[in-house]
């Protein structure tokens, strides 16, 4: 059973039938908040993780009952044999809701008239359920700034226990292969473009023309050597990185069983890992030196590419990226894009 830290991850929840708790004290609502929704399902994977609306917020409703507290974890983290996964996650606690329900009853502090924090609090993602497994997400009073007040609900639910813990998503973010091998999960699909010399004449004196950097005295400046790919034999051995666009290499959402539905983000401009080798001197030396015969591109290309390889010797060098199809380029250095050679095309395809 891999052991879970608070980072990425999710879990799952089945219905929950919480019949048999006592019922904890009704405390008088504000008068100005309106009662919350009723869900007939609590799921935290289909929620919006930064606690956007899936059921508003509110006092109790009448007639509605709560039996048990439900708290959404996304953004968990897991490690198993197979990699890193981003987990949802769901526990349950029960026990003596007096203070919760307090809380929940507990008017906002009006708005205060000395200075806020720019820093934006997202609401903790906590419902109320019933006997019959229906919730109503829980409100938390806000203080002057219109920040929740986080504290007193974690005072709260201090009170209560954990009675289930449950993943409701599961997403593959760092397959172990691309841990063990040293390759990031995901690469860019696109090189970062910058403006061609006819591009910036054509923006001078305008409002988006480049601005110059401020200059520094010298004596201001700390030293710094910018990575750079390894030359012809100053390396033995590259770390080939292979990705594709293919969406059949992204590694999508799973609901756990009995759920119902679940939240997948998409990033368009990625490619995903689909595997790793490592290259002997000989292959090193023939792709480093077919790669420094390569030439600027004959003129600009916006081709969808399918697939693309990463070199890298580690340490302080920099990747180097061919794209196998497409525009077929090389970057290096980040930022340098030529036309990859016929030759180092051959020996990468």
Not at 18 to 27: D, E, N, V
Not at 65 to 74: K, N, Q, S, Y
Not at 98 to 104: D, S
Not at 323 to 343: K, N, Q, S
Request: proline share 11%.
């Amino acid at each position: 059973m891999p052991r879970i830290r608070a980072l990425a991850v999710a879990l799952t929840a089945a219905a929950l039938l919480l019949a048999g708790c006592a019922t904890a004290p009704r405390p008088a609502p504000p008068s100005d908040t309106a009662p919350g929704d009723i869900v007939s399902e609590i799921s935290c994977a289909g929620m919006d993780p930064l606690g956007g609306d899936a059921g508003a917020a509110g006092v109790l409703p009448d007639g509605f009952e709560p039996v048990a507290v439900v708290r959404c974890l996304p953004f968990q983290q897991t490690e198993d044999n197979q990699g890193i996964w981003s987990v949802v996650a769901r526990e349950t606690l029960e026990g003596d809701l007096t203070e919760v329900l307090a809380l929940q009853a507990q008017a906002d502090d009006p708005p205060t008239s000395g200075p806020c924090s720019a820093v934006l609090m997202l609401p903790p993602l906590v419902w109320l359920t019933d006997a019959e497994g229906r919730g109503i997400r829980l409100r938390i009073p806000v203080d002057g700034c219109s920040q929740p007040k986080v504290a007193l609900l974690e005072e709260a639910l201090a009170a209560l226990t954990v009675t289930r813990s449950d993943e409701e998503q599961r997403t593959l973010t760092q397959p172990r292969a691309a841990i063990d091998a040293g390759c990031a999960p995901v690469w860019a699909a696109q090189p970062l473009q910058l403006a061609s010399p006819e591009e910036l004449q054509k923006w001078e004196g305008t409002e988006v023309a480049p601005r110059p950097a401020p200059t520094l005295d010298e004596e201001h400046l700390v030293p710094w050597t910018p990575p750079r790919v390894p030359a012809p034999g100053e390396v033995d051995r590259l770390t080939l990185c292979a990705y594709s666009t293919d969406p059949s290499a992204n590694p999508a959402s799973t609901p756990a069983p009995g759920a119902t539905t679940w939240v997948s983000v998409q990033v368009d401009g990625q490619a995903w890992f689909t595997g790793a080798r490592e290259l002997d001197a000989a292959e090193t030396g023939a792709v480093l030196e077919a790669a420094a015969s390569a030439q600027p591109l004959a003129e600009p290309c916006d081709e969808i590419l399918g697939s693309l390889v990463v070199l890298s010797a580690g340490g302080t060098t920099a990747p180097m990226t061919v794209e196998l199809d497409g525009c077929r380029r090389l970057i290096v250095d980040f930022l340098t894009t030529y036309a990859a050679p016929a030759e180092l095309l051959d020996l990468l395809g």
